[in-house]
Structure formats: C-alpha cells, structure tokens
C-alpha cells in the first residue's frame, strides 16, 4: 500500500526537477540580456561648487551650534563653583549656630535643669527678680533669632542646592549638544574636502575661479545698488580700533571654533576685534545678529557687522570702500573682500 502511494509522488518531483533543468539556462539567457540601469548622470564643476559651499555652510551653522554650547558650559560651569561655595559657606555657618544652640544647652544644664522662669517665680530679691526678667526676655529674642537664622541658612542651603543640580543637568545637556555639534561639523567638512580631493589640479583651479566669479557676480549687483553713495567713512574711535585689529589678522587660517589669537572662526574674529576696543559682543554670528542693534544698510558705517545668509551663519565686519574683512571657511585665510559679495541678511552695530 505504501510502496504504490510513493510511485506517484516519486514521479512528479521527477517532472518537477526536469523542468527546472529545462528552464534555467533560458531563464540565464533572459537576465542576462536585461539592460543594465544608465549610469548616473556626472555633475557640473557648477553643481561640485554649490555641494561644497552648502557643505561649508552647514558647518558653519554647527559651528555656530558648538560655540554657543561651549559658551554655555563655562557659564554653568563657573556658576556651578559659585554654588559650592556658596554651600560651603552655609554649611560653616550651620556649624557655628549649631555650636551656639549647644552652648545655650549647656547654660541650661548648669543651672540645674530648672528653666530660668521657674527660678524667676522662686526668687523674693526684687533685683534679682527684675535682672532675671530682663535676661528672659534677651534669652528669648536670642533663641528666637537664633532659631530664625537656622532656618534661613537651612532654606539658601536647599535653594543652592537644587541650583546646583538644574545647572549640572543644563551643563550635560550643553555637553551633548557641544559633542554633537563638533560630529557634524567635521561630518561636512571631510564631505567637503572628499568632493574636493576628487576633481584632477585643473578642475580644482576652476573651481576657484567660479567660486571667484560668483563672490564678484554678488558684489556688482550689490553695488549697481547705489548703496556706496549713501555710505560713510566716518565712525567711532572704538570702530576703528577693531577695524584695525580685525584687518591685523589677515593671512591667519580660518579654524572652527577659534577666537585668536593665531587662527579664527567668522564670529571670533570680530568678537575678538571688538574685544580689542573694549566692547564684548556675542561669540556667535546667529547671537551677534540677534541681540546687537541693527542699523539700516544705508546707515552702515566702518566696524559695523555684516551677517550673512538666512541662517545667519556667517559674519564679517565693514572696513569702508563697500569692504570687509572675514574669515571665510577651513581650508581659507583671513580676507578681504566685497562687502557684498554673498547674500546679506542684515547688519549690526556693536557700540
């Protein structure tokens, strides 16, 4: 019975199995006549530039990023100190409250254990009755107060320490914004220097010289404005010494994160300028752009900060002549060049 069952089952995996034999080498032939997908299309030296710029740009608004997180670190960090001390302090002057409550304890005990308004009940000198009332009535102000100081020094002591723990929490918080930060910027930069590294030296030139041509392409429309007619060279004392130090930096290399006094970011190089005529502005350009006062283009004048772009991630400073001084990305120096020579977002005035 089981012999004759197997019989036909045999058969069809027969049937089964020479079919397959059969069909693969058309099934062969078929895929490999299939077309092969086109090939991508190459970009234009044009498209390389825009991909590389708005590579740098993104870095520059994560740089933005990890200088302000970095900003915010040594703050807390400094208020975190400022906080232990204060702790410290409370906790001594516990100590010595304290030490005061257990001396008034022991005056107590050395008189026997009997409060001293049962000894004012005792006593038949009206003197002595008269000076007891008066050291009760001091002796309880003292309690009093004392107490009262315990507890204001108890209270500040849990104030500081619950500042303590919000600004630790803040201060890690800023930490990880700070190390993320830092992986996206050199996340583009090497993307950057990648697409760069794959053009042959002669592309390389041409990419400099559109680069070039954009920067001059911006900076004639700018002018064709008519905005240097309403320009002035007059400016403040305190202007022009940043001017000076800022111009005094050119040729040094463009580093992210740096403030001087060898190398520089965007924004360091004119906080680092105004520091130098005794103004403190904000480390960021996103920052400089959103707490200084913004002056209207025509009323611009030298030591004035241009910010750059919609994201307002970069920034240099008006030196007159319808030019400024920057620090333009990595792998670039120090320079100046047309006030107008990337899109403007606003101006404003440190003073």
């Not at 190089?269 to 209207?296: H, M, Y």
């Amino acid at each position: 019975m089981n012999r004759r069952r197997r019989r036909p089952y045999a058969a069809a995996v027969t049937v089964v199995c020479a079919l397959a034999v059969l069909a693969s080498p058309a099934l062969t032939l078929q895929a490999a006549a299939a077309p092969l997908p086109p090939p991508l299309p190459e970009k234009t030296l044009e498209e390389v530039r825009a991909e590389i710029d708005g590579l740098y740009r993104q870095a520059a608004a994560a740089t933005d990023a990890y200088n302000l997180a970095e900003e915010r670190t040594e703050t807390q960090s400094a208020e975190l100190v400022r906080l232990a001390r204060m702790i410290e302090s409370g906790r001594k002057q516990i100590e010595v409250l304290k030490a005061q409550a257990g001396a008034t304890a022991r005056a107590q005990y050395r008189t026997g254990g009997i409060p001293e308004s049962a000894q004012l009940v005792l006593t038949g000198d009206p003197q002595l009755f008269l000076d007891t009332a008066g050291r009760l009535r001091e002796g309880a102000k003292a309690t009093t107060d004392l107490i009262g100081e315990l507890t204001r020094v108890q209270a500040e002591l849990d104030t500081y320490a619950k500042e303590a723990g919000d600004n630790w929490t803040k201060l890690e918080a800023d930490r990880v914004k700070q190390a993320q930060a830092k992986k996206d910027i050199n996340d583009k930069i090497a993307a950057a220097k990648k697409l760069e590294s794959e053009l042959a030296a002669e592309e390389r030139e041409r990419l400099r010289r559109l680069e070039e041509q954009a920067r001059q392409r911006s900076q004639t429309k700018w002018l064709d404005s008519g905005i240097l007619a309403e320009l002035t060279a007059e400016t403040t004392p305190e202007a022009r010494r940043a001017v000076e130090n800022a111009l005094a930096q050119v040729g040094k290399p463009y580093v992210w994160g740096a403030e001087g006094p060898d190398s520089f970011d965007c924004s360091g190089l004119t906080q680092s300028a105004w520091a130098s005529a005794g103004k403190r502005i904000p480390r960021t350009s996103q920052e400089q752009w959103r707490l200084l006062p913004r002056v209207q283009p025509k009323d611009m004048r030298p030591g004035d900060l241009i910010v750059y772009y919609r994201d307002a991630s970069h920034i240099g400073m008006y030196i007159g002549d319808g030019k400024m001084v920057h620090a333009p990305r990595p792998g670039r120096n120090v320079t100046v060049a047309g006030a107008g020579s990337m899109e403007i977002l606003g101006i404003v005035r440190p003073t």
